[in-house]
């Protein structure tokens, strides 16, 4: 005689349960997915934001974000995978983003910045173009221009700076300052290895490994390089310790360079506040771009 199985007692009625939705993920979720990932691709790597959307960069788009036909322009690039909401953590700690306290404080416009980058050699190229046109369709004279970038947005940039645009004004000749915070600050030549090894260089000896015409950069000599660091990650650590032998080791078998040789250095402890939004970076960036 047959025996009902209802599905509290774990029969094939459970299967079919586990087979519909693995058929609903596979039949749906994938799909989908690669739509949005295929989106993705199709967009531009760097994008102008405002309210919330991508926006061309054109005069009607740049007047809406100068505020009092202010000159100063602050430029702010998130990290890889980072948009306008990457400026707003730790801003209950602090009350206000850099951006918005530079624009009551000093007078600047913050420019907020969409990056989808994933260390291409092109993304160089497409933020030194976008910067040309936004200096080329703002409302008045850019005066001052100064890019704060966070994690390896500062090698996006550093990069960029070293790409001199066509155009009657080179967004280049105005920038005064580069704010990195968190970008490491050592790079050598080779291909990106994946695994552990990779991330304790990037962690513990803030070593990135990078194309070599990444490295043959030079400092312009009219911008001040300033790098933001975790005061922590200067520290010794046991791990690091442990550790240190192996990494001096590998810095002596390959070819390492301070990507940054005029840098500034300051330090922070993020053990309360992470680097975006820290009290202290607030008052250095008012002292910075006063």
Same mark, same amino acid.
Request: glycine residues 12%; charged residues 25%.
């Given at each position: ?6 599905? &509290? ?14 058929? /609903? ?13 295929? $989106? ?17 960069? @054109? ?6 974000? /100068? ?15 980072? &948009? ?27 420019? =907020? ?9 092109? &993304? ?22 100064? *890019?704060? $970038?966070?994690? &390896? ?6 990069? $960029? ?15 005064? @300052? ?22 304790? @260089? @990037?962690?513990?000896?803030? *070593? ?9 950069? =030079? ?23 442990? *550790? ?18 005029? $840098? ?27």
């Amino acid at each position: 005689m047959a025996v009902p199985i209802s599905p &509290d007692h774990g029969g094939p009625s459970d299967g079919l349960v586990r087979l519909g939705r693995w058929l /609903a993920g596979r039949v749906v979720v994938e799909p989908l997915a690669r739509i949005a990932g295929d $989106a993705r691709r199709q967009r531009p790597s760097l994008s102008l934001r405002v309210d919330g959307h991508d926006r061309a960069v @054109e005069p009607g788009v740049a007047a809406r974000l /100068a505020r009092d036909a202010s000159g100063r322009v602050l430029v702010l690039v998130p990290a890889s995978g980072g &948009d306008e909401r990457t400026w707003r953590r730790g801003v209950d700690g602090t009350g206000a983003t850099y951006g918005d306290r530079l624009a009551a404080v000093l007078g600047w416009s913050p420019v =907020p910045l969409r990056h989808d980058g994933a260390g291409d050699p092109e &993304d160089g190229l497409v933020l030194g173009a976008l910067l040309q046109r936004l200096v080329e369709s703002w409302p008045v004279p850019v005066t001052r221009l100064v *890019l704060v $970038a966070e994690g &390896d947005a500062g090698l996006l940039v550093r990069g $960029a700076l070293a790409v001199r645009q066509p155009g009657c004004r080179p967004w280049t000749d105005l920038v005064t @300052e580069l704010v990195m915070l968190g970008t490491p600050q050592l790079g050598t030549a080779g291909e990106p290895r994946p695994g552990i090894g990779r991330r304790l @260089e @990037e962690d513990l000896a803030g *070593l990135v490994v990078v194309g070599p015409e990444v490295l043959d950069v =030079p400092p312009l000599g009219h911008v001040d390089y300033l790098v933001v660091t975790d005061r922590a990650a200067s520290r010794p650590h046991p791990v690091g310790r442990a *550790l240190g032998g192996l990494l001096r080791w590998r810095r002596r078998s390959r070819r390492v360079h301070d990507l940054f040789p005029t $840098a500034e250095r300051f330090e922070v402890s993020t053990r309360a506040h992470p680097l975006v939004n820290h009290p202290e970076i607030h008052d250095a960036l008012l002292r910075w771009l006063a």
